[in-house]
């Protein structure tokens, strides 16, 4: 399977990649978790990108596309793949196609998790990311087991700068302006699955789950 998530920030992406990861056994990537190292780690790249971030814009095509063509390049295309944040507009849709098309291979489907303005603000306003390993969390609906502490790693828990109200209500605008679009490019491609993203996790992850097989057992 060879999968890309679309959907609003908060919608649940990087935590169903993370589950449906483990659970198909193929690698994924997101985009803004590396970003995230980059500027921890105070790279050139790192500091650059900072300053689209915290004002909830998107980060330059040409460094995000470097970043995905780097990673598909060092993994086992064949087997599979899941990227979580990308694409997020047109140009990176096809500059993805493009990349694929050079391995040979083709993209499985995209997944756009629906989840609507009122929840997504419940949910990112929980939002807890762990500083070292990425891991998510939300106070009320999926708490660590210690107060602000990683389950994963033991380290600390924070709210992303970019998770406060003004930077989400921009980050809101530019999903609406450009990431939007790239759901009709991959219906008109027939590669649109829309997943209702209401719900529990484990719901969530289950739909996906339902999906996929049926996509697996009708391409066969
Ligand atoms: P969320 O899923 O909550 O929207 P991400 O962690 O995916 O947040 O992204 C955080 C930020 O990283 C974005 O607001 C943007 O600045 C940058 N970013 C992540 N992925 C991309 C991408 N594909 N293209 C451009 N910028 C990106
Ligand atoms: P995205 O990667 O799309 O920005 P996340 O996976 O980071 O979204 O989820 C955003 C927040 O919502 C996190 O705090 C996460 O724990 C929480 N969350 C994810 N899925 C659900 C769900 N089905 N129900 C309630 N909260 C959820
Ligand atoms: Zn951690």
Redesign the pocket.
């Known amino acids: 399977m060879r999968l890309v998530f679309l959907g609003p ?2 919608a649940g ?2 935590t169903q990649v993370k589950m449906l990861s483990k659970a198909l056994g193929v690698p994924s990537m ?4 590396v ?1 995230r190292m980059e500027v921890a780690s105070g790279s050139e790249l790192g500091r650059e990108a900072k300053s ?2 915290d004002k ?4 330059p095509d040409d460094i ?1 596309i470097k970043i995905v063509e780097k990673w598909l390049r060092s993994i086992n295309i064949a087997k599979g793949f899941i990227l979580d ?4 507009n047109v140009r ?1 849709a096809r500059e993805l196609d493009e990349i694929l098309r050079q391995m040979n291979v083709e993209l499985t489907a995209a997944i756009y998790l629906d989840v609507p303005e009122n929840e997504i603000v419940r949910r990112l306003s929980g939002r807890l990311t762990c500083r070292k390993c990425g891991a998510v969390y939300h106070i009320e609906f999926n708490p660590p087991k210690e107060d602000r502490k990683c389950d994963v790693c033991g380290s600390e828990l924070y709210q992303r700068e ?1 998770d406060k109200e003004d930077v989400v209500r921009q ?1 809101f605008r530019v999903y609406t302006e450009s990431t939007k679009p790239v759901l009709d490019y991959y219906k008109d491609k027939g590669k649109l699955l829309v997943i209702d993203g209401l719900g529990s996790i484990e719901e969530v992850n289950k739909r996906i789950l339902k999906r996929l097989q049926e996509l697996s057992s009708s391409s066969k």
């Open positions: 920030p908060g992406k990087g997101a985009t803004g978790d970003l689209y971030m909830g814009e998107l980060v995000v944040g990308y694409p997020r990176q970019d980050r």
